[in-house]
């Protein structure tokens, strides 16, 4: 994997799944609309896979 991942919060938990609620905190991210850049890596791949319907990922380049 390569660069990093800006991955945002776009819907909100109310009435989601507690797997679902622990995988986005898992993931740092505490409210609708905030972001959080994290390394892509396949761990991360794999809980943004769980939660993809709650998400919006954005590859960013090579980090320095």
């Known amino acids: 994997m390569r660069g990093d ?16 609620r622990r995988v986005v905190k898992g993931l740092g991210l505490t409210r609708v609309n905030r ?5 892509d890596t396949p761990e991360i791949r794999g809980m943004v896979e769980k939660v993809k ?3 919006r ?3 960013l380049g090579e980090s320095r």
């Open 35 to 39: 972001s959080v850049t994290r390394k």
């Open 5 to 20: 991942l800006r991955i945002t919060l776009v819907r909100g938990l109310s009435g989601r799944p507690e797997s679902a």
């Open 53 to 55: 319907f709650l998400l």
């Open 57 to 59: 990922v954005e590859e």
